[in-house]
C-alpha cells in the first residue's frame, strides 16, 4: 500500500488546491427581452430561447 514519504505541508496544499475556487457564472443579454441571461438557457424573464417562445411566463 502506498504511504506518503514526508508530510505535505499547508504551503504545498494551499498551491495545489490555489485553482478550486468557483467562478461566477457567464450572463449575455437576451435578445427578445434585453435582461440578463445565462447562455444556452430559456431566458427566465421573457421564455425565449434562440428566437422561439419556448415556455410562458406569468406576468408578475
Known sequence: MAVPKKKTSKSRTAQRRAH???S???YGECPQCH???QPHHICPHCG???GKEVME???V
Open 20 to 22: 478550486h475556487a468557483l
Open 24 to 26: 461566477v457564472p457567464a
Open 35 to 37: 435582461e440578463m441571461k
Open 48 to 50: 425565449f430561447y434562440k
Open 57 to 59: 411566463v406569468e406576468a
